[in-house]
């Protein structure tokens, strides 16, 4: 197994070729709620995804930037499941 590293969106491709899989996770922003693309490894420890241009946290700020992301890294798909906040969690939460 490799050793847990930041993994950059330039690396996602890899990452899931030896067994890690995304997950996409709602937070709340000021101006609604986004998701943050998040990488999960086959022992269960996560991190976020950081942007190869930006070097921050990978964020969608609309569902359909997460589509469209998740189609280029799997144009086999037939569809993706865009989480939605945890019931009790408010305008207020992030």
Same mark, same amino acid.
Request: no cysteine.
């Given at each position: 197994? =490799?050793?847990?590293?930041?993994?950059?969106? %330039?690396?996602?491709?890899?990452?899931?070729?030896?067994?890690?899989?995304?997950?996409?996770? @709602?937070?709340?922003?000021?101006?609604? *709620?986004? =998701?943050?693309? *998040?990488?999960?490894?086959?022992?269960?420890?996560?991190?976020?995804?950081?942007?190869?241009?930006?070097?921050?946290?990978?964020?969608?700020?609309?569902?359909?930037?997460?589509?469209?992301?998740?189609?280029?890294?799997?144009? %086999?798909?037939?569809?993706? *499941?865009?989480?939605? @906040?945890?019931?009790?969690? %408010?305008?207020?939460?992030?």
């Amino acid at each position: 197994m =490799w050793n847990p590293r930041v993994i950059t969106t %330039d690396a996602v491709q890899n990452f899931l070729e030896k067994g890690g899989k995304l997950d996409y996770r @709602p937070i709340h922003t000021p101006k609604g *709620w986004n =998701w943050e693309l *998040w990488a999960v490894q086959s022992t269960g420890a996560a991190s976020p995804v950081i942007s190869s241009k930006t070097g921050e946290a990978r964020v969608f700020k609309s569902s359909d930037a997460l589509v469209s992301f998740h189609m280029r890294i799997f144009p %086999d798909a037939e569809g993706v *499941w865009v989480p939605a @906040p945890k019931s009790g969690q %408010d305008e207020g939460t992030e």
